[in-house]
């Protein structure tokens, strides 16, 4: 590695340290403080908000909120019930008969599975969990990609997996985000899980993120995808209007979740 190319990862990790501890960073002190330009500063503050980092803003930067870590595959789905139910209807509204469906692994896209049309289709999944609740419907041929499975997100993961993607061209791509944000993009915990997200995105027509308010407005570590590359974004009907705006001015359809029905107490 060159000398240029580590000050610039030591800078970078000062900066982000600075972040964290003070949520927020302007390019003038930054200059200051590391003895470079700010022309230098605006190029890095540029490079970690498109990695996903943080939120450019005029003159310097804001830190991004992480998305929630909460545990294993089993202790997630026992967490928002309603709410993932509610998002897996309306983003199993745009599946259609005949369709290919990359289902990704992660808890929201187990309700997905549990809620597609009863129609036939082909269900791809590198997600034992929704392999498993999908096997032996009637008018479904299910394909399982396989690999290691990893404990945390319950998905296959590695060289295996990535080579079967190759052979697979689906009409739609379920993505599991574990944040999504119109500037930072869709991103991941895990560096392997992003790569094979965004393999798996990369082959597919039409890619959609169903995510829970959590999750909206927040930036895990790894970019899995820029939020101009969604065709849908599925979230809850009290979702931030203003994370919705911003995607659909991107481009992307975005669905609203219907609210929770409030059942009537007699009288």
């Not at 900066?15 to 200059?31: E, F, H, N, Y």
């Not at 026992?78 to 990704?104: E, R």
């Not at 697979?168 to 869709?186: E, N, V």
């Not at 798996?200 to 959590?214: E, P, Q």
Request: glycine letters at 8%.
């Amino acid at each position: 590695m060159s000398t240029d190319n580590l000050l610039l990862r030591e800078r970078q990790a000062l900066i982000l340290a600075r972040l964290r501890s003070d949520g927020r960073v302007l390019a003038p002190d930054l200059a200051a403080a590391l003895n470079v330009s700010e022309d230098t500063i605006r190029r890095d503050l540029r490079d970690l908000a498109a990695a996903g980092l943080c939120q450019k803003v005029y003159g310097g930067a804001l830190s991004l909120p992480l998305p929630p870590d909460q545990g294993s595959l089993a202790e997630r789905s026992a967490l928002q019930t309603v709410g993932k139910s509610l998002l897996a209807s309306a983003a199993a509204t745009v599946v259609a008969a005949g369709n290919v469906v990359f289902i990704d692994a992660g808890s929201t896209n187990l309700s997905i599975a549990a809620a597609l049309p009863e129609v036939p289709l082909t269900v791809v999944t590198n997600a034992p969990a929704v392999a498993a609740l999908l096997l032996g419907r009637p008018g479904l041929e299910l394909i399982v990609l396989g690999g290691r499975v990893d404990p945390r997100s319950g998905a296959c993961l590695g060289e295996a997996a990535l080579r079967e993607v190759e052979l697979i061209r689906p009409d739609w791509f379920f993505l599991g985000a574990c944040g999504a944000d119109a500037d930072a993009g869709i991103t991941a915990f895990d560096f392997d899980e992003g790569a094979f997200k965004r393999r798996v995105a990369a082959v597919s027509k039409a890619v959609l993120v169903a995510a829970t308010i959590d999750k909206l407005g927040t930036a895990a570590p790894y970019l899995v995808l820029p939020s101009r590359r969604l065709s849908h974004l599925v979230i809850e009907h009290d979702a931030d209007a203003a994370q919705a705006e911003a995607f659909a001015a991107l481009g992307v359809q975005v669905l609203r979740a219907p609210a929770a029905a409030i059942a009537k107490v007699p009288a």
